[in-house]
């Protein structure tokens, strides 16, 4: 392909299988950076907060560092604090955290009638709107949700729901539904605002935290359901650690693309993302911590062009940009894509 | 063992013979022993109170406990082979806790300490699962642990060290967002004079990342906790622990 693409349409064509000119280089989770901060003087807190700030750092991801896509929010707590957790600041370098859960196991959990109008799923919204201004035809925008068994976590406690996973799974249905119904109607939200694609993270269902038979019988049944309830456009998962056991599973529900940390063995996982009649993205190659914020540029650049080589269709950090990660690693990343370039 | 009272294929769960297949664990001789064993491995929380007084009617409470870390160390193994996922882990040391206390109960007293250790998982990160296998491998270990939790302030983590003077700190850190943290907690760990070993670990912590600051030991995995704290109570220092387990 001779012509050069937009940011916007390498990642359509990667997600679609379809051919790009060079490999796409994103980041499904959060991007911002402190050096983004200071370049674009947003910052957290209050990109954190409000739409405007929140679009405008996201959009970083673009002007500043040359990424085919950008993203919001960037941290985990969206739907959680709607659903009524509480949550602790994390002032000008960390991201907001859940403080209390919300449930102890056998509570029936609420779903607010006014989800939508609650805590900071409005600015959400309306950060996507602004990006959508900013990222015109060029750029690709990701709208992020958070996936229902992270979602449950959050509501009744993370040991505790890996203590029921194993033991009484039945007892957690009532919190996975609220989740799955939760990041359901803010993805729904978000593609009507405009988002192009939908990123769903459900961190806790890493094979860190819980068995491939827990994933199978407990998480997977709920993200399915709510795959097929948003797939107008890509929908994109990440879930972090070692998930081979698992790549079959995920594949097999529908969604575009799959982003994982490069401690997943690359070669077998697009072995099986073949099998499927339609293309399956996979997405990552450059660790968010080893490479990207101990590493060095050229270990970036080199990472890069070893994933392109594999096949990743675009290349990512396996997981949220450490906040203090140097601006010219993560250009590296778009470096590596333009060397590989035909 | 007598057929008859075979209580192993009782107490074993099926879901759990099929992921760590069916061997007896543990260098227990008694029977008793060896179901208490069992019974954390199996993280059977049900049965783990009758067993534990059961054996304490004939047994020395330090053999029990011996017993309950025996199983601990079990679940250790599997969960580094990879056999053992999260959710098993805790729940077996929550079984092993709740048997070390019966044990202590019927001492009259908490087993004699061999040092102190602080630990805690990063601010702004609420995944304490690694920390809690620490602590309880810890506490099956004799250390007392000095538990400050989740998404826990470099300030209060520098007070602690301050207050009960361990032999060890540690820090857990799931996200990549959260590790920074531990380089701040170490500088003013050194800024106030204290010279002890800070292990360091989790999902999102590099081996770079930690020995690319004074004091910080990496940590691959829980199950490293007691044989690091057992140098350090043995006098080692944070550079000879360092060598020992990192590079």
Known sequence: MGANLTGKQRVLNALQGKEVDRVPVLCVNQTATYEQMEKLQVFWPEANYKAEQMANLAFGAASVLGFDAVRVPFCQTIEAEALGCTVKDGGKEGLPSIRDHLYKIGEPPVMPDDFLQRGRIQELIKAVKILKELAGDNIFVIGGIIGPFSIAASLIGVTEILKSSYRKADTLEPYLEIGERAGTLLAKELIKAGADAICIEDMMASLDMISPKIYREVVAPWEKKQIDQINSLPLISHICGKLDAVMD?????????ISVEPKVNAVEALAKLKQYNHPIALIGGVDAVQTLFSGTAEAVKAATIKAIEEGYAMIAPGCSIPPATPLERLKAMVEGSIACQK | MSAALDYSKIFVRYDLKLERGTKEHG???????????????????????????????????????????????????????????????????????????????????????????????????IHDLGQKIANALLRANGYEVIDLGKDVPVDEVISAVKQYKPIMVTGTALMTTTMTAFEKIASRLEREGVDLPFVCGGGAVSEEYVTGYNLGVWGKDASQAPPMASDAASGKNWRQLREKYNG
């Open chain 1, 249 to 257: 599973d995920i594949a097999a529900m529908g969604v575009a693309g």
């Open chain 2, 27 to 125: 260098a227990q001789s008694d029977d008793i022993l060896k179901k208490v064993v069992n019974c954390v491995v199996d993280g059977d929380v049900d049965n783990i109170n009758a067993l534990v007084t059961e054996a304490l009617q004939t047994i020395d409470p330090l053999k029990v406990i011996s017993a309950l870390v025996d199983g601990m160390n079990e679940v250790s193994r599997l969960w580094d082979e990879g056999i053992y996922y999260l959710p098993q882990a805790i729940i077996s040391s929550d079984v092993m806790l709740e048997g070390v206390d019966l044990c202590e109960q019927k001492m009259g007293k908490a087993m004699e300490k061999k040092g102190v250790v602080v630990t805690h998982t990063a601010e702004g990160d």
